[in-house]
């Protein structure tokens, strides 16, 4: 369908979300002309807000409409211990789940050195200041189960050798409730590999 220049441009504009095809783009951007106005005011300042307003937290990376995050000021938190994690998204998952109250610390990337990403590009450095200025007991390792992931974890472990650090890593296996049949090999050899006693 020949749609108005301005719909065409709201349905490209949808296209660029992740996940979104040229269907879903163009059910979105029809179901704006039904929103009332209020809405539709809401989603424009929302996306501007998130581009003018969002920024990275100073001490961890996390996003955060001011110099510092909420966690990073949360004085109840457990402070010598750090979640290392990739991005913003893995704090989000972590903190739904409300058990863990330590702290956290952003890389923002993993080292790859395939597409060209060094420790220099993530935020390794301010990690390991973080570690020796706020007294670091425990370093806890949430990243993807990756060539890239354990690449970053033994470059980071292999910096602290000889700390006093305790240096951990989440586990990775098999999820609760899956048929073994459809578990693919990696998962299935590191579930193997990190096998616990159960007696």
Do not use: W
Request: glycine letters at 6%; one cysteine or more.
């Amino acid at each position: 369908m020949n749609y108005p220049p301005t719909i065409k441009n709201l349905i490209e504009c949808y296209k660029k979300l992740p996940g979104i095809g040229e269907k879903t783009a163009e059910r979105l951007a029809l179901s704006v002309l039904s929103m009332e106005e209020k809405v539709v005011d809401l989603f424009s300042t929302s996306l501007i807000d998130s581009k003018t307003k969002i920024k990275k937290c100073q001490i961890c990376n996390h996003l955060t409409e001011n110099d510092k995050c909420d966690i990073c000021l949360d004085t109840t938190r457990i402070k010598e211990i750090l979640c290392v994690v990739e991005d913003p998204k893995n704090v989000i998952s972590f903190e739904k789940i409300g058990t863990f109250k330590g702290k956290y610390h952003v890389l923002n990337g993993l080292i790859s050195p395939l597409d060209g990403i060094s420790p220099e590009d993530i935020n390794v450095n301010l990690l390991l200041d973080r570690i020796e200025k706020e007294g670091i007991k425990e370093l806890i390792f949430a990243l993807r189960p990756s060539i890239e992931g354990e690449t970053t974890i033994l470059y980071i472990t292999k910096i602290l050798t000889g700390s006093s650090v305790d240096i951990t890593k989440i586990a990775h296996g098999i999820p609760m409730g899956a048929d073994m049949e459809y578990v693919d090999l990696m998962t299935l050899e590191t579930a193997l590999d990190n096998r616990t006693q159960v007696s």
